[in-house]
């Protein structure tokens, strides 16, 4: 069987809600929806570039903890609150993507778990070892 490893992030509601930051099994790394929160507290609010930062500083630092990198990032959706902010979140979004280029969707959904949280991503990497 192969090893499951998983890694959190310390959110409150990792625990409440059933659910890893990410996990690993084998070469594929599954990381859940991310938003820009750090200990308790909403980074960048009313900001979509500071927020898009924020969710991907902690996606990758989930990565390195499962022994990969957002080099191995194939995949991202975006799911964002407002849609005309699309040029500031995809900015950020380049700014860690722009030559790795993964598969990547952004969405606009009506609203997430925080009214001050505009951005959440999920992330699917394959570690090539």
């Known amino acids: 069987m192969t090893e499951r490893i998983k890694v959190s992030s310390g959110s409150a509601w990792e625990p409440v809600v059933g659910y890893s930051r990410a996990i690993r099994v084998g070469d ?5 929806g ?3 929160v750090r200990d308790g507290k ?7 570039y500071a927020q898009t930062v924020c969710a991907l500083e902690i996606i990758k ?3 390195e903890k499962v022994g990969a990198t957002l080099d191995d990032i194939v995949r991202t959706r975006m799911f964002v609150t407002d849609i005309s ?3 500031e979140i995809g900015k950020a979004h380049g700014t860690f993507f722009r030559d790795i280029r993964p598969a990547a969707t952004m969405v606009e959904v009506k609203a997430l778990i ?3 949280l505009m951005v959440e991503i999920e992330a699917i990497a394959i570690v090539n070892e």
């Open 28 to 32: 594929r790394v599954e990381v859940a």
């Open 34 to 36: 991310t938003t820009a």
């Open 42 to 48: 909403i980074v960048g609010v009313g900001d979509a």
């Open 61 to 63: 630092e989930s990565l």
């Open 85 to 87: 902010k699309w040029e």
């Open 114 to 116: 925080e009214p001050e």
